[in-house]
């Protein structure tokens, strides 16, 4: 990939001028804005936050940079001269009729006209696997190429996020518990849902708890968009690593081991043949890995030798005979020594077991 980390940051920056909401009236003393986005008031969920932080996002590009997103800013207003966007949280008509982008409401979709409500008769059509689209995803998907600046990054983007967020508002479970009491994953809805149960639970009158609903709504805008630009980020950094990873493959003589002089953010279930990686650690010193047999699963190809597992420095020198061996995880899938040599020399004992029959090699899933 040409594109620098830098060059990728300034595709993507939140630059709104202004954000005001009816409710409060104030517009830092300009009249509207040229920009008026709208969703409904009240409580509500990730779907309708995530996207009018995608509209706030498109309506924000700029080309100076990610800048304060990237290092702790958090606030929801910027004061510019020149153009602004106004975000206003109603279920008034006559406004909604007004918007530029119309968001979780209204019973219509139309992309050309910038309406993305999902909750009308037929909803609003479904993506090549299935899952329907919700705001989130109607937006992004007109959006979303444009703000990243690349169709494969906004598809990892669509795929990572947005399309959880739209699964969960259509009624859909994306995660089944594996525990007897039923505990499940805490996901944006949850998170979503204590807020708004916080709201509720204050016993405010109907007009007092809108407040605090915008209040709360707001404070969650950067948040969300920050996650969506870090996940983008990170799906340039995939391409990019993946090019890199390609190259890496192709040089290998043992196909088996894969040698990175600098740690990449690695997906190697791709590559058939791999079963370990090695990489330099974060810590000092340098790991090795094994491979999952699919992405995002703690299932692994093989094992580092049963007798590593959870030893100390001076037990796993004295069974590898690595003098500079530092660990190997309970789980036996990371391995670590104090230099390359040293790990090198662990992966080879580990490769010398399997060989001879003594660690199993698991390649696909049974």
Same mark, same amino acid.
């Given at each position: %990939? ?34 008026? $986005? ?9 779907? =309708? ?23 702790? /800013? ?23 009729? @007004? ?7 209204? %019973? ?24 329907? /689209?919700? &705001? ?39 995660? *089944? ?17 204590? #807020? +708004? ?16 609903? =915008? ?9 969300? *968009? ?13 391409? #990019?690593?993946?090019?890199?990873? =390609?190259? $890496? ?5 043992? @196909? ?24 330099? &650690? ?9 491979? *999952?047999?699919?992405?995002? $699963? ?29 660990? +190997? ?21 580990? $490769? ?15």
């Amino acid at each position: %990939m040409k594109k620098t980390f830098n060059n990728i940051k300034k595709t993507i920056i939140h630059k709104t001028k202004e954000i005001v909401n009816l409710e409060t009236g104030k517009a830092g003393g300009k009249e509207a804005g040229h920009v008026l $986005l709208v969703t409904h008031g009240s409580n509500f969920h990730p779907d =309708d936050v995530f996207a009018t932080a995608t509209a706030l996002l498109y309506y924000g590009v700029d080309k100076t940079g990610l800048g304060k997103f990237l290092h702790g /800013y958090n606030e929801i207003t910027e004061k510019h001269s020149g153009e602004f966007v106004r975000v206003v949280r109603t279920l008034d008509r006559k406004v909604m009729d @007004k918007a530029t982008v119309l968001m979780d409401i209204g %019973m219509e979709y139309d992309e050309k006209l910038n309406r993305f409500d999902h909750h009308q008769e037929g909803g609003a059509g479904k993506r090549d696997e299935g899952t329907p /689209y919700a &705001s989130f995803g109607l937006v992004w998907k007109k959006f979303g190429k444009k703000i990243v600046g690349n169709v494969e990054v906004a598809e990892y983007v669509d795929k990572m996020l947005v399309k959880q967020i739209d699964a969960m508002d259509n009624g859909i479970e994306i995660a *089944q518990s594996l525990f007897s009491d039923g505990a499940k994953p805490l996901l944006f809805e949850e998170l979503i849902k204590l #807020d +708004c149960d916080l709201v509720y639970s204050l016993g405010l009158s109907p007009q007092e708890m809108s407040k605090v609903f =915008d209040k709360t709504f707001f404070k969650l805008i950067p948040i969300a *968009q920050k996650m969506i630009i870090l996940t983008a980020l990170k799906g340039f950094a995939l391409i #990019d690593a993946s090019k890199k990873l =390609d190259q $890496l493959y192709n040089k290998m003589t043992d @196909k088996r081991v894969i040698i990175m002089e600098k740690k990449l953010p690695f997906r190697l279930a791709g590559y058939k043949e791999i079963l370990f990686s090695v990489y330099p &650690s974060t810590r000092g010193g340098w790991n090795a890995q094994v491979v *999952q047999i699919t992405e995002g $699963l703690y299932d692994s190809r093989t094992h580092f030798p049963q007798a590593w597992g959870g030893k100390t420095p001076e037990e796993l020198q004295k069974i590898t005979g690595v003098p500079d061996a530092e660990f +190997c995880h309970i789980g036996r899938w990371l391995a670590g020594a104090g230099s390359k040599e040293g790990v090198l020399k662990m992966v080879q004992l580990a $490769l010398k077991e399997i060989e001879e029959g003594r660690v199993p090699v698991k390649m696909t899933l049974s």
